[in-house]
């Protein structure tokens, strides 16, 4: 069982940056493949990044690609999300997740935080 905290939401305006933080509970942090999603008002929840155990290999969405970075402290049980140059399309509640394997953090993830909101003003 993991349980995941988001932190780091709020207003920027664009082309502004933010640092998303999600930290996790759980002795067994390490062996979890970590990942955000975004959910905006009137779409699905869509994937955004996810990275490896180790930290060794991430994987983006094409619309966040060269934008966002994705890393992970296993010493604080914690994953960062770098989000630059945002646009209004950006706009969404961020939720972090964690899964056991690739497949299942890059579809539809295995624990959730509770979201963070994320607002871009154009």
């Known amino acids: 069982q993991v349980q995941l905290v988001e932190s780091g939401g709020g207003l920027v305006q664009a082309g502004g940056s933010l640092r998303l933080s999600c930290a996790a509970s759980?002795?067994?942090?390490?062996?979890?493949?970590m990942g955000w999603f975004r959910q905006a008002p009137g779409k699905e929840r869509e994937f955004v990044a996810a990275?490896?155990?180790?930290?060794?290999?991430?994987r983006y969405a094409d619309s966040v690609k060269g934008r966002f970075t994705l890393s992970r402290d296993n010493a604080k049980n914690t994953v960062y999300l770098q989000m630059n140059s945002l646009n209004p399309e950006d706009t969404a509640v961020y939720y972090c997740a964690a899964a056991r394997t690739i497949v299942i953090i890059t579809t539809r993830g295995e624990y959730w935080g509770q979201g963070t909101q994320v607002t871009v003003s154009s």
């Open positions: 990275i490896s155990w180790s930290g060794g290999s991430t």
């Open positions: 759980g002795r067994t942090f390490s062996s979890y493949f």
